[in-house]
């Protein structure tokens, strides 16, 4: 197992919205970052949607869906444990593994950020 950084690039659109699909991924999400360059999406003061997901073919799940973020951030998505007879919640488990498994292409979203302004966020993966 290896820990690998997937920057994903792109530029927003005139509406403040963008979607780019990385190339698949067959591990895990430990983290996803944007450094302070993240701020021309924000803007001052400002804030934007971030949501990743898996493919279709995966299961469609989501990895991350934060709102109202601000840059830089740094997210690392944990996965839920539940009861095993479908209850409620029951937290997190120690000693549960890192990350939302992932096997597949993951779409990212940017939206309610400002229109035709450039960005990297960082995926790090364990594969």
């Known amino acids: 197992m290896r820990v ?3 920057r994903v ?3 927003t659109n005139a509406a403040g919205g963008g979607t780019v699909v990385t190339s698949p991924i067959l591990g895990r999400v430990l983290e996803l970052r944007c450094a302070n360059a993240g701020t021309a999406w924000t803007g001052t003061g400002g804030t934007c949607d971030v949501t990743l997901t898996r493919s279709a073919a995966d299961d469609g799940g989501t990895i991350v869906a934060a709102m109202n973020v601000t840059a830089p951030f740094q997210i690392t998505p944990v996965p839920a444990v539940h009861l095993v007879s479908n209850g409620t919640l029951a937290g997190t488990a120690t000693g549960a593994p890192m990350g939302i498994p992932v096997a597949d292409e993951v779409t990212v979203v940017i939206a309610q950020a400002q229109p035709a302004a450039a960005g990297t966020i960082v ?5």
């Open 4 to 6: 690998r950084a997937r």
């Open 123 to 127: 995926i790090h993966t364990v594969e």
């Open 9 to 11: 690039a792109f530029t």
